[in-house]
């Protein structure tokens, strides 16, 4: 994902060389190839960002992070990350997939990302279409449900008392 440099500048805690990194790992955690779901994916990355704001913790974990990914590029590959081919991108996130930073990552990922009305279009999330939703589809109705509604309404309004006639 190649990313004018202007737009690096929109991160908060990030310098762009970092926030293009992040990018990068977006791009490897998310591999989604639909062109509609690039600013998505943009969008995750400066959300993520946005946390490192006020969480200190995940802001040093995540840059210390970031820093050991792309030092790993170098070594092995000579390259920054970003740079890399997705299949040495791959390969060096396969590394350290069992780590708390990229597991971090990938929960962080994958909970904005796949919040996003744009994302729900395109993979197809049902009826987003339908203005109602799933509320009013039925799902949270049971037949045996309805009755008792039913019938307790109907003896409320004739002022029978239902729980046995107490």
Not at 146 to 166: L, P, V
């Amino acid at each position: 994902m190649m990313v004018e440099r202007d737009r690096l500048l929109a991160f908060q805690v990030l310098p762009p060389d970092e926030a293009e990194l992040m990018l990068a790992l977006v791009n490897v955690i998310l591999p989604h190839g639909e062109a509609r779901l690039e600013e998505a994916k943009f969008a995750t990355a400066l959300a993520l960002d946005a946390k490192l704001v006020a969480d200190l913790s995940l802001r040093a974990a995540v840059r210390e992070g970031l820093t050991g990914l792309e030092r790993s590029a170098w070594s092995g590959y000579g390259e920054r990350f970003g740079a890399l081919g997705m299949a040495e991108q791959a390969e060096l996130c396969s590394r350290i997939e069992d780590g708390p930073f990229f597991q971090t990552m990938v929960q962080l990922v994958k909970y904005d990302f796949y919040n996003r009305h744009i994302v729900w279009e395109v993979i197809g999330y049902p009826d987003l279409g339908n203005d109602s939703g799933y509320l009013h589809l039925g799902f949270d109705r049971f037949e045996v449900a309805d009755a008792m509604t039913a019938r307790h309404g109907k003896a409320m309004r004739s002022g029978e008392r239902g729980n046995g006639g107490s």
